[in-house]
């Protein structure tokens, strides 16, 4: 017997909204993905992958806006007091409810992981007591005024008392304590190769186009673009500077880009009383730590070509700088320029400093971040070397660096940051806090301590008034440049690439989020 038509066409809309509801998204990141506890570190991968499953009190937005997210609002009821209300009806992975005692739990939970690389309790140190005023309300008290603690709070991800308790991070690759309120649920994580998700239709919010995702883990440069051509992957973060041409002229794949919040650095040991594989060009032991000297940090920045590095070596994916921000960001210092290249002052500084012939070093790059790290190390080696240093450039995973890098084992080594949490003193608070003035931080691999530096970014971060605050924000950059803190270098430009009808929106981030992307 024929079916009418009518009924045919409705079958064939109710199997097409079938085959759109089983759709599923494979994306490739080039960050390497460490953990899945969304507490245990701070690094780039982790991020990517746990804020599919894992969210926070508040959020920022593409542009890097500060939005509600599990609070639905927060106000300041005293200089050191917050109240965050939360969203009702919120529910974890396994149906449990999303309370106050959860926030109070994942606010206390970070200080116990000590062994972490990059510890999320540096955005929570200030809290002195964290209490639930009843289900649906929360109070934080901090240790001193605090005015930026929502944006603080974007950046620790609440999980669930009821599952996690009693967990070690390495239980969480399993699948225990994976119950998150977020967009996707949990399925599978294979180290270094792939996360595995699925929609959670009881999902408080918006829900996701795609009711599956594998986020693949590529950091090799070749790998994820030939993934992407062969139609292995939909999305491809980071695309190789080597194959812009080749993806812009494809005319399936849709090439993006956007100016990042974020920004490369070279920082210096300068905590070792002497400095680890360095030696003099005899390879004798150097009698002390050149770090220590503000005339050879000086130096190493004067010999650094910003402009060859942003234009040639990243392929116009640099912009040269000594800001932490973009020109269009809250806090940037217009008086504060890139340094020029400066060969002739920088040989006159390693002089009087008592290296005119300089030294031998090592300097250390990831392998698995972004895809010009390695290009840059080399092309910054090349530059020292004309100041006579003998530099060795060494490539290694994240893993490696960051575990050597929290043991000051590495003399110089290049790290990325960005103004993750909506506010430039939040990620310079983080950035530089160590042992003195965070007692759950052991190390800070940054080394740079000084009270110059300290003092006013302390009174921007207590103050309620944005004109004091950037006001101040800007004397903070003037000592990064002054004492050498660190070595900026080049803002960064995000890229990205989709085949055909897949629609991604970037983020200032650079983040990656399958529940950000629909079809067309």
Known sequence: ?????????????LMACGAAAAAELKMAIATDVTSMDPQYANIA???????????????LDAEGRLVPRLAESWQRVAPSVWEFKLRRNVKFHDGSAFTAEDVVYSVGRP?????????LNGFLKDISKAEAVNEHTVRLTTSTPLAVLPNYMAMVPMVSKKATTGLKPEDFESGKGMSGTGPYKFVRFLR???????????????????DK?????????????????????????????????????NANLTFYTKPLARHTFWTMNQFSERLPLATDHADKP???????????????????????????????????????????????????????????????????????????????????????????????????????????????????FFTRGNKLELPMLLLATGVDGGDLGVTLEYLFSNPTNNPFRK??????????????LREALASSDELVRERKYREVIEVLRNEVGVIPTQLMVGT???????????RVDERTYAQDITGN
Not at 45 to 59: C, P, W
Not at 197 to 203: Q, T
Not at 496 to 503: E, F, H, L, P
Request: charged share 20%.
């Open 286 to 400: 150097l009698a002390g730590n050149p770090f220590k000297d503000v005339r050879v940090r000086r130096a190493f920045s004067k010999a650094i070509d910003r402009e060859a590095i942003g234009t040639r070596v990243m392929e116009g994916l640099g912009v040269p700088t000594q800001n932490p921000v973009p020109p269009t960001m809250f806090g940037y210092n217009p008086s504060v320029q890139p340094e020029k290249l400066d060969l002739d002052g920088a040989k006159k500084l390693m002089a009087e400093a008592g290296y005119p012939n300089c030294f031998k070093l090592s300097i250390f790059a990831r392998s698995d971040s972004h895809p010009t790290d390695s290009a840059q190390a080399q092309a910054t080696g090349q530059m020292l070397s004309r100041l006579g240093c003998k530099v060795t450039v060494e490539v290694v995973p994240t893993s490696v």
């Open 192 to 210: 270094s190769d792939r996360v595995e998700l699925l929609r959670n239709d009881a999902y408080w919010g918006n829900k996701p186009t795609y």
């Open 111 to 119: 200080a116990t992981l000590t062994a972490s690389p990059a510890t």
């Open 213 to 249: 995702v594998t986020i693949r883990i590529m950091p090799n440069n070749p790998a994820r673009t030939a993934a992407l051509l062969s139609g292995e992957v939909d999305v491809i973060a980071a695309v190789p500077a080597a194959d812009l041409a080749r993806i812009k002229s």
């Open 1 to 13: 017997m024929k079916k009418p038509l009518s009924t045919a066409l409705a079958l064939a809309a």
């Open 45 to 59: 991968g982790n991020v990517q992958a746990s804020r599919h499953m894992f969210e926070s009190l508040a959020d």
């Open 496 to 506: 990205w690439a989709s085949r055909k009808g897949v629609v991604l929106k970037p």
């Open 443 to 456: 190390i800070n691999m940054q080394t740079y301590d000084s009270p110059v530096f300290w003092k006013p």
